[in-house]
Nanobody
């Protein structure tokens, strides 16, 4: 599976942004998907995950209630809708795929990663 993120950019605090991840391959629906982020000088951290059918979603406490992960298996796409953005949300956002839900929830290393898209939130 190849993953390509898009949609990053500069947004003011309190604003919204949606980042997308396009996946190649015919077996996209087999994979659980996750979003991770890495801020400058910090470790990469889990943000959100979604099961292969999209029936279950999971979020880091820091984004719960503000971010929404979704997927469209007919288009091989996964999305992260971000609302009420804060300067501390500034990071490179990475899409990840793995057949194991626990892995895309941050336990272990996903098999596939995108190249990342930068989200900058100004104060």
């Amino acid at each position: 599976v190849q993953l390509v993120e898009s949609g990053g950019g500069l947004v003011q605090a309190g604003g919204s942004l949606r980042v997308s991840c396009a996946a190649s391959g015919r077996t996209f629906s087999r994979y659980c998907m996750g979003w991770f982020r890495q801020a400058p000088g910090k470790e990469r951290e889990f943000v959100a995950a979604i099961s292969w059918k999209g029936s279950s979603t999971y979020y880091a406490d820091s984004v719960k209630g503000r971010f929404t992960i979704s997927r469209d298996n007919t288009k091989n796409m996964v999305y992260l809708q971000m609302e009420s953005l804060k300067p501390e949300d500034t990071a490179v956002y990475y899409c990840a795929a793995d057949e194991r839900l626990g892995v895309v929830r941050g336990v272990g290393e996903p098999d596939y990663w995108g190249q990342g898209t930068l989200v900058t939130v100004s104060s």
